[in-house]
């Protein structure tokens, strides 16, 4: 008897602990979303100039906390003076400071709400603690902080962002492309030194982002990355070569296609001339339409209905034949062309 | 008399802001939070503005847009798209669906009131 007892409590005691948790959350949800509600208004009321920061809330309590919140959430809304003046609530009320101080806590998630804040109020002086949860010992931890530097701007997060990158810590790429996407072309010069990174990784992302942006200015650094070390690289600056157009770029990504390089190498560069359009390489792009790598045949014909009159006449020229090929050319010459050099080999 | 705003998103910061900054510059105003009730909000209340989301919940802000051209009622009405859609093909499609001008967000509401203001203007 005694044991059945106990082997009922054994089942009924987790059960109940759940549902007693699932009800405390539940409550402490349904609270926050009251105070929520409630000081909505005064959140609101500051962006208007209409509620005076002595009235509100002191910073630390519990509805000082969501005000906070709200206000956080209110920021990214907005631009201009509303904006600034917003932030300046927050630093007047010791928001910003107290932020800056949880980046510290023991707690990983008062240390991402910490970065999220501060990134999410574009607190520029707050780089050097955002720099330092890069590399935390929480992956969420980093992946907030590299969002929140993104979201900062400017030129000085991009070395921490790229530096991020390396290992023991890293954090992930897609995560730094985004930000440094988010960071705009201010940090151009800090992307051209990146192309000279210990990390590959850093640099494959360098010129990915050099590209993102067309940076002229940093063709010849693009150029020089096409004999790096690593193929990413080599790879992602062909991709940026092709997106900044330059026609300086032609010769090197014809060579690059001349060494023995990979599949994935090979189809940037063939994209990349054909974005830049120079007809140089017309005849080269229409022997690679016999190609029996993957996807090689299609980017070549692709490339080559890109440059143009030299381009389309390769495509016309090989658009007669039967087989891969020609279907290939047909197909880049579009549906027009297609009909036509079909009735051509109907009629041949 | 002042002039009747409608503001229609589904961001409720967002449109409690709206609200406030233009009741703060002498508007009347009114809210929806999706397309469907805003359509329906427009042809009731016929205001002489309205400012409209382009992504929204049940009805896009360009078939909300596209609706309020076709009926009579709201034919000449000036629109203004509030959205974070800043492409120029975003910019095309908003003007072709009937839309007097745009806003990009995030917004200035400095920016967002004057823009309300001379659109009303020209509309007088």
């Known amino acids: 008897m005694y044991l059945v007892g106990l082997a009922v409590c054994a089942l009924v005691a987790p059960i109940a602990a759940s549902v007693v948790v699932k009800l405390v959350r539940e409550r402490t949800a349904s609270r926050s979303l009251a105070r929520a509600t409630r000081l909505r208004p005064d959140a609101i009321k500051l962006v208007a100039d209409a509620v005076t920061t002595g009235g ?20 990214p809304l907005l631009r201009g003076a509303d904006k600034t003046a917003l932030v300046l609530v927050l630093e007047e009320r010791g928001t910003v400071a107290a932020a800056r101080k949880r980046t510290y806590a023991a707690s990983a998630l008062e240390r991402a709400h910490a970065a999220e804040m501060l990134g999410a109020l574009g607190i520029r002086r707050a780089l050097p603690e955002l720099a330092r949860l890069l590399h935390d010992r929480s992956e969420e931890v ?16 991009v070395p921490f962002l790229l530096a991020s990158l390396e290992e023991p810590r890293p954090v992930p790429v897609s995560i730094v492309s985004m930000a440094l996407l988010h960071s705009g072309p201010a940090g151009i010069e800090e992307l051209r030194a990146g192309l000279g990174s210990g990390s590959s990784t850093a640099r494959a992302t360098a010129a990915e982002l ?4 067309g940076a002229i200015a940093a063709s010849d650094d693009l150029i020089v990355a096409l004999a790096d070390s690593d193929e990413r690289t080599r790879a ?10 330059s026609p300086r770029a ?3 990504l014809v060579r690059l296609l001349g060494e023995i390089v990979t599949i994935d190498e090979r189809r940037c560069a063939i994209s990349a001339l054909g974005a830049i359009g120079s007809p140089a390489p017309a005849e080269l792009l229409a022997a690679m339409l016999d190609s029996n790598e993957a996807e090689i045949p299609r980017r070549a014909a692709q490339a080559l209905g890109r440059m143009g009159d030299a381009g389309r006449r390769e495509l016309r020229a090989r658009s007669l034949e039967v087989g891969p090929a020609g279907a290939h050319a047909r197909e880049a010459l579009g549906s027009d062309s297609d009909t036509q050099a079909t009735r051509r080999l109907t009629t041949a | 008399m002042p002039a009747r705003i409608l503001v229609v ?3 409720l910061n967002l449109r409690e ?3 406030l900054k233009l009741q703060c510059a002498g508007f009347d105003m009114f809210a929806e939070s999706d397309g469907e009730t805003g ?7 016929a205001p002489d503005l309205i400012l409209l989301d382009w992504m929204m919940p049940k009805m896009t802000g360009i078939e909300v847009c596209h609706a309020l051209r076709e009926d009579e009622k709201t034919s000449a009405t000036p629109i203004i798209m509030l959205t974070a859609k800043a492409q120029v093909e975003d910019l095309q499609r908003g003007f072709m669906a009937g839309a007097t001008d745009y806003v990009v967000k995030p917004f200035n509401p400095t920016e967002l009131v004057a823009r309300v203001s001379a659109a009303l203007e020209r509309a007088a």
Request: zero cysteines; hydrophobic letters at 60%; proline letters at 3%.
């Open chain 2, 39 to 45: 359509l329906a909000a427009a042809r009731v209340l």
């Open chain 1, 56 to 75: 509100l809330p002191a910073i630390g309590t519990r509805d000082g906390r969501v005000l906070d919140r709200l206000v956080v959430e209110i920021v």
């Open chain 1, 210 to 213: 050099l590209g993102q942006f």
């Open chain 1, 142 to 157: 980093r992946i907030v902080a590299a969002r929140a530097l993104g979201k900062l701007g400017g030129a000085r997060a």
């Open chain 1, 236 to 245: 992602a600056a062909a991709v940026a070569l092709g997106r900044i157009g």
């Open chain 2, 9 to 11: 998103d589904d961001d």
């Open chain 1, 250 to 252: 032609v010769e090197p």
């Open chain 2, 17 to 19: 802001i709206v609200v």
